[in-house]
């Protein structure tokens, strides 16, 4: 079990009290692909903002990879999410002013596993794989929104975590990209044996998932 | 802050900013090096103007002089003209000798003269003084400009300040004739001119041999005046302790005579910190005001390196380091810039006054006072970045992420 969440709740009380996460459970295993979906505002980026360490407000039992989350401290959550868990997002955000080799490297550098010039082949291995290796010294606002979104999904890669965390990652891309986004997720998962979780609005990427979940207004329909 | 957060990560990180912010960076620079600039400069000159002050006025008169009480010279002035003797003189000198805050006394005959040269005649005085005891009271032999000091005062010597010899235009070796208020008088050569730049004294000092004085006088005995040097000079208990002990003396300090300067050296104290002091508020403003928007505008930047794995820690030195290499440039340009400005003061002529006699600007160029400069300047960018700093380490990734 990479990772299992019992009786997730959640409330936000700020603008205005909303009950986001009812008691969700959830397992997830080591090389899965699971998908989730549903509606707007159904509360699946607050999920897996809990699911990714990121937010700590919330009550229930989160464990990933054996460790019980609550147990560790704020500085701790970084160290591990650094180490365990790629993040990617709706939006891509690259820092703007640093190049795609820089943006890429920025998680390794801050694990300090490796050296510099064997992050560079690391670097240089993933952006051929998502196929985008011309683009390596160029900064990265000079990259269309597609191109972007794949150094960031190098940038979640660079550390190898056992857990990629995806939120609605093809959300503002044309059906090419995405497409291209979708194969890449799922061959992490396939090939390199890691756990994919992404958020998605695309009926072909959930269908096409290992595992699909809908949420409803705050539960997961399993 | 763990050393963990200071590695060469987050410095690229932090120098990558300052470069993508060209602007604003060069702009804080300029605001610590005119701080740190005028702080320096203010301080050199200053602090020269000070000490040059305390030179010549501390180093040329004694901090206390004993004398007659004037109730007495007026008494006797009603006589026609007669020197006072100063009474008790050998208790004074006792007394002086044992104190502890005494660093060294001298006794003196001073009578009024006029001063006679080949071309000239001027109303002056005449300081009757014996060499060895004077010679702990002041270093002439630093003020000398032309001729012997006080080792080489004969009998038959006179020594002159500068501005004097020069109304009576004489020069070293040349005599000239003092007449005294009894009408005797004898011919003197001068055997040293001297400057202390201060027109006090340079207009008017002269020494003569103590010996020759009296002798002028018929008072083989008389002692008009005890001049004393302080090791502490802001302590006078020993004029206290004197005025208590004998009736008939009366006794001036450092600080009747000099209030003017003692005001302005603080005066001029109060000013250069209090300037430099707004200016280094003013650079550390503009940092603050940098820092903050670039945090502002990094949110996003923020949020996503804390969801990779950099920690609040990380995130503050990324920034603290920025306001910090800001104020290392800022400062250590300043010294180069302080050193150049202070060194251009210092050749500049300066227009004597009726007080100075000096030929440029006084600059005093205190190691310390590149450091403090140095110092401060570090310390205004640090505290300024501080602040800023810290909010951006507690910028919350998800806010922000959720926030498009
Ligand atoms: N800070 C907040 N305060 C109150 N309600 C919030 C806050 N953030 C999100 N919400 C609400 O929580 C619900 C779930 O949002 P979200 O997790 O983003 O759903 P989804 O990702 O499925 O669209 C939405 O109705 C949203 O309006
Ligand atoms: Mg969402």
Redesign the interface.
Known sequence: MILEANNIDKHFLQPQSHHVLKNVSLKINQGELVSLYGESGSGKSSLLYILSTLDTSFSGNLKILGQETKNLSQKELTQFRNKHIGFVYQFHYLLPEFSVLQNIILPAQKLGAKKMNDLKKDAVDLLEELGIAEFVNYPSHKLSGGQQQRVAIARALINDPQIIIADEPTGNLDEKNSAIIFKTLKEIAEKRNNTVLMATHNPNFYNNSHRAIEMINGTLRL | MSKQSL?K?NLSIAI??L??RKKQSVLAIIGVLLGVTTFIVMINFMSGVNDFLDNAVFKGNPDIVIKPTSKQNTAQQSYGFQLTNLEGLEEINRQLREHTNVTAYANQTISPAILVSNSQQLPGSVNGIFPIEEKNMVDLDKRLIAGKGFDNLTEKNILMGVSLAKKLQVSVNDTIKIILPNGKNTTLTVSGIFSFGITTIDNVRTYISAKTLQHLLGRSEIITHVNVKLKDRDNLDVKTLLLKKLKSIEIEDWKQNNKTIVVGNKVRDILTWSVSFALLLVAGFGIYNIQNSTVIHKR??I????????????IIFIFLIQAIIIGLIGAFLALGVGYLISFFISITPLDTSDFIIVDTYPINFSKNHFAIGFLFGVLTTILSGYFPSRKASKVD??TI??G?
């Open positions: 590695n990560t990558q900013y470069v993508a996003k930047d949020a996503v390196l804390k969801t990779i794995g950099y920690t609040s820690e990380d990734p998800v992420i959720r498009v």
